[in-house]
C-alpha cells in the first residue's frame, strides 16, 4: 500500500484491519492478523503509530520442529523525505534510531509492516520455554520421549586443559 504524502489529510489517515494489505509478505505462510495505524503529517514528516499482529512460520532452535510464533508489534516510527544526493556521513542521536526515509512522495506502508514483523522475530526461535532440545547422542527430539542414553564421553583431546582447571580451582 503506497500513501502519496501530499494527499495526506490534515486528520491524517487510519489504517484498520488486515484486509487493507492483503498479502504484505513475499513469504505467503507468513498471515497479518491485525493491523491499525494512524498515518499522519507534520510539515514533511510523517509519523506511523499503531499495532500489528502477525503469524509466522518458524522452526525450534533446540528441537527442530516447526511451530508457529505470533509477533505483535507496537509501531511508532518518524519518516522524513530522502535527502538528496549523497549525505555526509554522522552519528544518529537517540531520537533518530525510529527514524526511516520516504522517497518520490511515496510512503509504502507494506514495506514498514515487513520490517517491524521482521523484527518482531527472534534470533534463536523456540517452540516453548521448556524446549529440551535434541539428545546430543542419539538426536532424538527429548520434548517426545525421554532419552535413555548415557552421557557422552568427554573429547580426550581436553583432558589438559581440564587438569589446568582442576589445579586452578584448588
Known amino acids: ?10 486528520d491524517g489517515i487510519q489504517i484498520e484491519g488486515a484486509d487493507c494489505l492483503p498479502q504484505p509478505f513475499d513469504d505467503p505462510a507468513w498471515v497479518l492478523e491485525e493491523l491499525s495505524l494512524n498515518v499522519r503529517k507534520d510539515g514533511d514528516v510523517v509519523l506511523v503509530r499503531g499495532a500489528l499482529a502477525a503469524r509466522v512460520p518458524l522452526v525450534c532452535g533446540r528441537c527442530l520442529e516447526p511451530f508457529q510464533l505470533r509477533v505483535a508489534s507496537a509501531v511508532d516510527t518518524r519518516f522524513l ?3 538528496r544526493g549523497r549525505a555526509e556521513e ?6 533518530e534510531l525510529e527514524t526511516d526515509v520516504y522517497e518520490h512522495d511515496l510512503l509504502d506502508v ?5 520490517t517491524e514483523t521482521t523484527l518482531g ?3 534463536k ?3 516453548r520455554e521448556g524446549c529440551r532440545g535434541l539428545c546430543p547422542v542419539c538426536g532424538g527430539n527429548r520434548n517426545l ?5 548415557e552421557a557422552r564421553m568427554p573429547d580426550p583431546r581436553w583432558a589438559p ?3 589446568l582447571a582442576d589445579r586452578l580451582s584448588r
Open 110 to 114: 507494506g514495506a514498514l509492516v515487513v
Open 145 to 149: 520421549s525421554p532419552c535413555a542414553c
Open 1 to 10: 500500500m503506497l500513501i502519496r504524502v501530499s494527499e495526506i489529510p490534515d
Open 90 to 95: 554522522r552519528e544518529l542521536e537517540a531520537d
Open 125 to 127: 526461535p523456540l517452540c
Open 161 to 163: 586443559l581440564k587438569g
Open 121 to 123: 522475530v527472534p534470533m
Open 81 to 83: 523525505p530522502s535527502p
